[in-house]
């Protein structure tokens, strides 16, 4: 098992400089430049003045130059500065979006685990009845509801029409005068429904995933075994079949670890939540080269250490697993 | 409980949680006190965040229109788009048109409290030119010849030729010597926490949240009458318009749409106060003159015949916008009224295409000419709704006289690169946003048809390229309007683009901000004079 570990972590250095070069060449194919971007349809920009911000930002330079530079400071764990105006260190503008991106999505990563289990359960023991039927048209409305609409819906009635819930932002004007207590049910009221939109989609194939993992496992003989020796229906499930259960949702949670940091580009925006997805989306949009590609490498490297992470919590879950690689 | 219904309450009971305590409404307004008042805050919805507050190193909107508010320059202008003093309280332009003087205001502080100085006109001259500036703006300043300050209170500035958009261009943010002299602006810590003249200064900015900006007291026009101006960060128009209408926001554009059809009952109305005026843009159908198509202008002035442009006018603006004739928007002291536009009639549209050589139609009703059918594609950016739907509209009306128009619809980046840049194109739809200033150089003159430069149609007209040195090589305001007046006449017999509107913009404040005053410059250039009666006030 510890040589299993340490061979892969091995492997993860070769993966991230093919990481690396793969990021740089496709943030660069795309066609047009951040000055471009800035400048472009300005009558007073001349092309002096695009010469001037392209020999500032490096972009004068060979592509094979740029390249060498930017992994140089990688190496050093430094992700340059932004091509926007500001200038900025590429990890300033991460670090101040990723800690509320990071809350929302473990919120609501705990949110839609903690129900799709219980859900998915419930729908495979009552096969076919019409909490199943009932659970399976939620969970198709849950794929079928554009989010935009979703919370657009949901900001209509309980931001506009019932005035409960504020509609978009983290905080209320002159909140930072609130005592701690009064501040965090500011925030938490501000995060109820863009928690609520971000595991609802999820949450619908996530439950339905559980469903038929949790079929899958009630159907193998050692279940039947178990009913046989006359074991409580409870035991069964809870005992027995749950831990298999959840070994493919294991994988799913493991995924889901670079979805973290990611955001959304869509929730964000429209509750004006000023997360990763939307600095990722401006960035993009302006072609502001370090900061997509520190967002794409830190993301690369998430889904790496997921994977593993994945992989180690299947051992520990399926002790045939660790038993077979360790025989390896 | 069992299980299920555990489940089924659990949604409604999450939401109900957490919405115990309800946002309470906004008291309601007194009906007798108007008296101006101090206090209150303004809170402007905007769709993107600022990048720097240091407006030269600024090449987005959002920062502009914040420090806007911090910042002054030496000129500006005032509600009918004159150019008056600002920071300069006058200034003289020499008979040769080679020398302006401005004579600054004495007793102007930055907002640290230090004194506003020539040497602070210098240093902001001296930063835009320097080549190790990244700054977007260094381009009419390239003309001054000379700068000298002779005392504290006085600077002059002279051109090797005269050059009228040169007093415009002294509308630039003047920066504090103090503070960034010697140092590397790029690394200034100023971008994060500017120091101005302006009549806000800075306070607060929370990333992609809110920028928090505070009356200054000591302004050198007095003191504004609202004390905080709060720039809230909303990215979604849709969600903007909620927060506006749940009372969140108290100033923001509305679309066409949102001012035609959603914002008409009393409860909105007895709110919130709708401004309309023309804007300063026009939207406009430019043809790529090196194409054989576009050449002959019977073609140009056909499609311009072909497109009824109140038809777009009440399709895509619901009625709020008005004809384009010209480069030159209605209402501008350039704008040349007797120019007259070529009317929508689909008969002399054909009748052109007719002399033009276009007379036979296929089986499908499409003119022919050589064997080849009359057929091109439009190309806009995404993401442009209006422009979408415009171009839908005039494809069904040149279809109508025989023309097939297909259209594409390219992400701005590729728009511009891939095509726009190269010229390769055939019809773009596109606008621009013009300034008080009449001078159009960059976007008609015909040493700017390179790749990359504005003027990607190609259109070139020795006598268009005469007149416009000729009006920005004087400050004689008739001489100059003179010159566009015949370049607006030029322009609507040449038909280089198929101007087609100049949309209105529809600003909404809330009803207990007093003070607004609508005028040819909008509504902004009053702000410090804005206030909220005492008994309105909820911030």
């Not at chain 1, 020999?55 to 926007?84: C, I, M, N």
């Not at chain 1, 595991?199 to 003989?221: E, H, K, T």
């Not at chain 2, 030496?74 to 003093?85: A, E, N, R, T």
């Amino acid at each position: 098992m510890t040589r299993y570990l340490l061979k892969r972590i091995l492997m993860l250095i070769p993966l991230m400089v093919g990481i690396t070069l793969i990021t740089f060449s496709v943030v660069h194919l795309a066609p047009g430049e951040p000055v471009e971007m800035q400048m472009a349809m300005n009558p007073k920009v001349g092309k002096e003045a695009r010469e001037r911000l392209r020999k500032f930002y490096g972009l004068d330079k060979p592509l094979a130059e740029q390249y060498v530079t930017w992994v140089g400071k990688l190496a050093r764990l430094d992700l340059g500065r932004s091509f926007s105006s500001d200038n900025r260190p590429v990890k300033d503008k991460i670090a101040e979006r990723l800690p509320i991106t990071l809350a929302l999505n473990i919120i609501a990563l705990v949110l839609e685990f903690g129900l799709a289990i219980p859900i998915g359960i419930m729908a495979a023991t009552h096969r076919d009845t019409w909490l199943d039927k009932g659970i399976t048209v939620f969970v198709f409305v849950g794929f079928a509801v554009p989010t935009f609409w979703l919370a657009l819906l949901l900001m209509y009635l309980f931001g506009v029409k019932l005035n409960w819930l504020p509609i978009s932002g983290l905080h209320t004007l002159g909140s930072d005068s609130y005592g701690l207590l009064r501040y965090v049910g500011d925030m938490a009221r501000h995060l109820c429904m863009p928690i609520l939109v971000a595991s609802f989609g999820s949450l619908a194939g996530l439950s339905r995933y559980m469903r038929s993992s949790m079929l899958n496992v009630i159907g193998q003989d050692y279940i039947t075994t178990a009913r046989a020796k006359g074991l409580s229906e409870r035991v069964v499930i809870y005992k027995h079949a749950l831990r298999n259960a959840l070994l493919p949702l294991i994988t799913q949670a493991g995924l889901a670890i670079p979805g973290l940091i990611g955001g959304s580009v869509i929730f964000e925006t429209i509750y004006a939540i000023p997360g990763m997805g939307q600095l990722f989306y401006q960035a993009v949009m302006a072609r502001d080269y370090p900061v997509v590609m520190g967002i794409v490498i830190i993301g690369a490297l998430l889904t790496l250490i997921g994977n593993l992470v994945a992989d180690v919590c299947y051992a520990v879950a399926d002790p045939r697993i660790r038993e077979g690689r360790g025989a390896q | 409980m069992s299980g299920p219904r555990r489940l089924r309450l659990l949604f409604p009971a999450l939401l109900l949680a957490v919405t115990a305590c309800t946002q309470s409404p906004a008291p309601p307004r007194g009906a007798g006190d108007v008296k101006p008042a101090y206090g209150d805050a303004l809170v402007e919805g905007t769709i993107g965040d600022a990048s720097t507050l240091i407006p030269l190193l600024a090449t987005d909107t959002s920062s502009h229109a914040v420090a806007g508010q911090i910042y002054n320059g030496l000129v500006k202008y005032d509600k009918d788009l004159k150019i008056v003093g600002d920071l300069a309280e006058s200034f003289t332009i020499s008979p040769d048109g080679l020398t302006i003087t401005f004579h600054l205001h004495r007793g102007v502080k930055w907002h640290d409290g230090a004194p506003f100085t020539a040497r602070d006109v210098l240093y902001t001259y001296r930063v835009v030119i320097d080549p190790k500036t990244p700054t977007a703006y260094a381009e009419d300043f390239k003309q001054v010849k000379g700068i000298a300050a002779p005392d504290d209170y006085t600077v002059r500035v002279t051109y090797g030729a005269p050059f009228a958009p040169a007093l415009a261009s002294w509308g630039t943010a003047i920066l504090p010597a103090h503070l960034l002299e010697g140092k590397d602006i790029t690394k200034s810590p100023l971008a994060r926490a500017p120091v101005g003249t302006g009549p806000y200064r800075f306070k607060e900015w929370v990333a992609g949240q809110k920028i928090v900006l505070e009356a200054n007291h000591d302004y050198f026009e007095g003191r504004p009458w609202i004390d905080r101006y709060i720039y809230r960060i909303i990215p979604d128009t849709s969600t903007m318009y909620m927060e506006l209408k749940a009372g969140a926001i108290d100033m923001m554009g509305l679309t066409p749409v949102q001012y035609a059809r959603q914002t008409t009952g009393t409860r909105f109305t007895s709110q919130f106060n709708k401004y309309r005026y023309p804007s300063s843009s026009y939207v406009y159908m430019g043809y790529n003159l090196r194409h054989p198509l576009f050449k002959d202008k019977r073609i140009r002035q056909a499609l311009t015949a072909a497109i009824d442009k109140d038809e777009l006018i009440h399709g895509v603006l619901f009625g709020m916008g008005q004809k384009a004739v010209g480069p030159i928007p209605p209402g501008r002291w350039a704008y040349n009224p007797n120019v007259r536009d070529i009317a929508y009639d689909p008969k002399h549209a054909a009748e052109l295409l007719a002399q033009a050589g276009w007379r036979e139609k296929n089986s499908a009703g499409i003119l022919m000419k050589d064997g080849k059918p009359f057929s091109f594609t439009i190309l806009t950016n995404q993401g442009n709704q209006q422009r979408l739907l415009t171009a839908q509209i005039i494809q069904q009306r040149l279809r109508y006289v025989g023309i097939d128009v297909k259209i594409r619809i390219v992400e701005w980046a590729t728009f511009l690169k891939e095509f726009v840049d190269k010229g390769n194109f055939e019809a773009v739809m596109l606008g621009w946003t013009t300034t008080p200033d009449p001078d159009m150089f960059d976007v008609w003159h015909s040493s700017k048809t390179n790749p990359g430069e504005l003027n990607f149609v190609g259109f070139k007209s020795a006598e268009v390229d005469r007149l416009l040195v000729e009006g920005r090589s004087t400050f004689d305001l008739e001489q100059r309007r003179k010159a566009y007046f015949r370049i607006q006449e030029i322009m609507a017999d040449e038909q280089p683009y198929t101007f087609l509107y100049v949309p209105d913009a529809l600003p909404v404040v809330s009803a207990r901000i007093r003070g607004v005053k609508p005028a040819p410059a909008g509504i902004g250039y009053n702000q410090i004079q804005w206030y909220v009666p005492k008994a309105e006030q909820v911030y």
